[in-house]
């Protein structure tokens, strides 16, 4: 693979080590968890870091990023000719359009109002209705407003652009920006977009890539189409993109989403614009200083997350920049490369010492032990067992619920990677005693599901309560409930 930007070296940065080294700690230390971090200044790679097993290729669930990459396609459509970003919507989709009378409104809707988030629906129709078919719930829900006025966040109208343009290329949304563009920059031949239940394209949500192939779409964007002296994106249609098309501050309650919206790009402070996805899925460029952002992370669950990171990345960097004494930067370069190589997914924090005695009692005291579940419960978990390993540093939690029995290997302040359970997704476990009659297990699942799940285990013999709570939004339903077991007498 090409590799095609210009790396920093120990004598030039661009950006003072101990700033970008600042910003990574933080978030660490607010234990937000972070699996990629990439910083380009004036066309050269300054920084990367990458939270073992994540690596600069690895692929990952890309979330709403992947509607700035159907937003690049309708462009790219446009200036071929082939559609107008005034066209009714409805006259692309007659076969999905509801019987009887259309409403007014939905006559009414352009594709310019879907890529500007002012559709005529004020939610995402399909996450409403419930349905499989999600194209043809953005044609039968009842609208509620006149398009082109209000913004309102409504994945199924980028669903919808993303189909549109698989119905007027014929290929795969993905294939035909591969085909455009994508090919040019090297993108990742395994990257793919994940279907909806009708198996058609997520256009809203599905796309898995790698944070370096974001960094070289961004990179695209930020230069106007223009690729080393190829013009592979309108020029036109990229400024359009970026530029305020829709106020959505009254939508929000976190200061950068509020910033307004393009053409599925959102505006930031700073006056920057960026992809993004849920959980930390961003590509942020400040103009003003020529930095582009990368960052993967997994913010699932933690409330002002993705806001985190954005505060981090302002205060401890870009707001220094103007005033920091380059000449006098205490960082080595070999100390910054040393950080972050060094860097792996976050670990659950302990409360309990590990040379206590309670450490070591509560270990030896539950293991091996079985334990039958009390009565029905919504987990359907019938009976578990816990194992310790012989150097207290490892175990398993071994389960029957009604999908089958399993075994979960987990680390004791580390992680231990597997697949899990029936799913057959990557994760990684780790487990915590916090107090001396509580022992969890947390578990992140790194696959194109991307998500959490915790196992809190309650103590107090002869009985154990469990907690399981999943943080993902349309899988492992049964894992998210409490319940109580009591020890089964040998």
């Given at each position: 693979?090409?590799?095609?930007f210009t790396?920093?070296?120990?004598?030039?940065?661009?950006?003072?080590?101990?700033?970008?080294?600042?910003?990574?700690?933080?978030?660490?230390?607010?234990?937000?968890?972070?699996?990629?971090?990439?910083?380009?200044?004036?066309?050269?790679?300054?920084y990367?870091?990458?939270?073992?097993?994540?690596?600069?290729?690895?692929?990952?669930?890309?979330?709403?990023?992947?509607?700035?990459?159907?937003?690049?396609?309708?462009?790219?459509?446009?200036?071929?000719?082939?559609?107008?970003?005034?066209?009714?919507?409805?006259?692309?989709?007659?076969?999905?359009?509801?019987?009887?009378?259309?409403?007014?409104?939905?006559?009414?809707?352009?594709?310019?109002?879907?890529?500007?988030?002012?559709?005529?629906?004020?939610?995402?129709?399909?996450?409403?209705?419930?349905?499989?078919?999600?194209?043809?719930?953005f044609?039968?829900?009842?609208?509620?407003?006149?398009?082109?006025?209000n913004?309102?966040?409504?994945?199924?109208?980028?669903?919808?652009?993303?189909?549109?343009?698989?119905?007027?290329?014929?290929?795969?949304?993905?294939?035909?920006?591969?085909?455009?563009?994508?090919?040019?920059?090297?993108?990742?031949?395994?990257?793919?977009?994940?279907?909806?239940?009708?198996?058609?394209?997520?256009?809203?949500?599905?796309?898995?890539?790698?944070?370096?192939?974001?960094?070289?779409?961004?990179?695209?964007?930020?230069?106007?189409?223009?690729?080393?002296?190829?013009?592979?994106?309108?020029?036109?249609?990229?400024?359009?993109?970026?530029?305020?098309?829709?106020?959505n501050?009254?939508?929000?309650?976190?200061?950068?989403?509020?910033?307004?919206?393009?053409?599925?790009?959102?505006?930031?402070?700073?006056?920057?614009?960026?992809?993004?996805?849920?959980?930390?899925?961003?590509?942020?460029?400040?103009?003003?200083?020529?930095?582009?952002?990368i960052?993967?992370?997994?913010?699932?669950?933690?409330?002002?997350?993705?806001?985190?990171?954005?505060?981090?990345?302002?205060?401890?960097?870009?707001?220094r920049?103007?005033?920091?004494?380059?000449?006098?930067?205490?960082?080595?370069?070999?100390?910054?490369?040393?950080?972050?190589?060094?860097?792996?997914?976050?670990?659950?924090?302990?409360f309990?010492?590990?040379?206590?005695?309670?450490?070591?009692?509560?270990?030896?005291?539950?293991?091996?032990?079985?334990y039958?579940?009390?009565?029905?419960?919504?987990?359907?978990?019938?009976?578990f067992?816990?194992?310790?390993?012989?150097?207290?540093?490892?175990?398993?939690?071994?389960?029957?619920?009604s999908?089958?029995?399993?075994?979960?290997?987990?680390?004791?302040?580390?992680?231990?990677?597997?697949?899990?359970?029936?799913?057959?997704?990557?994760?990684?476990?780790?487990?915590?005693?916090?107090?001396?009659d509580?022992?969890?297990?947390?578990?992140?699942?790194?696959?194109?599901?991307?998500?959490?799940?915790?196992?809190?285990?309650?103590f107090?013999?002869?009985?154990?309560?469990?907690?399981?709570?999943?943080?993902?939004?349309?899988?492992?339903?049964?894992?998210?409930?409490?319940?109580?077991?009591?020890?089964?007498?040998?």
């Amino acid at each position: 693979m090409t590799d095609f930007f210009t790396h920093s070296t120990n004598e030039d940065t661009d950006i003072p080590k101990k700033l970008i080294m600042n910003f990574q700690k933080r978030l660490e230390k607010a234990h937000l968890p972070m699996h990629s971090i990439m910083i380009m200044r004036h066309d050269k790679l300054i920084y990367e870091s990458h939270y073992a097993p994540y690596t600069r290729d690895s692929l990952h669930r890309m979330f709403s990023v992947t509607k700035s990459f159907v937003s690049l396609g309708i462009g790219l459509l446009a200036d071929e000719g082939k559609l107008s970003l005034d066209d009714k919507i409805i006259d692309y989709f007659p076969d999905k359009l509801p019987q009887g009378e259309i409403h007014p409104f939905l006559k009414m809707m352009t594709i310019r109002d879907m890529l500007q988030m002012k559709s005529c629906h004020r939610f995402t129709t399909y996450k409403a209705s419930g349905c499989n078919d999600w194209l043809g719930s953005f044609f039968t829900t009842t609208p509620t407003h006149v398009p082109g006025t209000n913004f309102a966040y409504d994945t199924s109208a980028t669903h919808t652009l993303g189909i549109l343009i698989e119905r007027l290329t014929g290929m795969n949304f993905l294939d035909y920006l591969r085909h455009k563009f994508l090919d040019e920059l090297e993108f990742s031949k395994d990257a793919y977009v994940l279907k909806d239940p009708s198996g058609l394209s997520m256009g809203g949500s599905g796309l898995n890539c790698s944070p370096y192939d974001l960094l070289k779409v961004m990179y695209l964007v930020v230069k106007k189409g223009n690729w080393f002296g190829k013009q592979l994106l309108p020029e036109w249609y990229i400024k359009e993109a970026t530029s305020f098309h829709s106020d959505n501050w009254a939508k929000s309650d976190v200061i950068e989403e509020m910033q307004g919206y393009g053409y599925q790009f959102w505006l930031t402070t700073h006056n920057g614009f960026a992809m993004y996805g849920m959980g930390g899925q961003l590509s942020v460029y400040i103009p003003k200083y020529d930095i582009i952002l990368i960052t993967t992370a997994d913010a699932q669950g933690r409330k002002g997350g993705v806001q985190l990171i954005y505060d981090s990345f302002y205060d401890e960097l870009i707001d220094r920049l103007d005033s920091y004494d380059y000449a006098k930067d205490p960082v080595s370069y070999d100390e910054l490369m040393a950080y972050a190589s060094s860097r792996k997914l976050e670990v659950m924090p302990k409360f309990t010492d590990r040379s206590s005695n309670c450490y070591n009692d509560i270990l030896d005291k539950i293991n091996g032990r079985k334990y039958e579940a009390i009565g029905d419960n919504v987990c359907t978990v019938k009976n578990f067992s816990i194992e310790i390993s012989d150097d207290k540093e490892s175990g398993i939690f071994h389960y029957s619920n009604s999908f089958g029995d399993f075994s979960l290997p987990f680390g004791l302040g580390k992680n231990i990677i597997s697949k899990f359970a029936n799913y057959n997704l990557r994760i990684a476990a780790c487990a915590s005693l916090r107090t001396c009659d509580l022992l969890d297990i947390k578990i992140q699942v790194i696959d194109e599901v991307l998500g959490n799940l915790y196992f809190a285990l309650n103590f107090k013999d002869p009985f154990i309560t469990v907690m399981m709570r999943k943080i993902e939004e349309h899988t492992f339903n049964e894992y998210d409930g409490v319940f109580s077991a009591k020890i089964i007498e040998e």
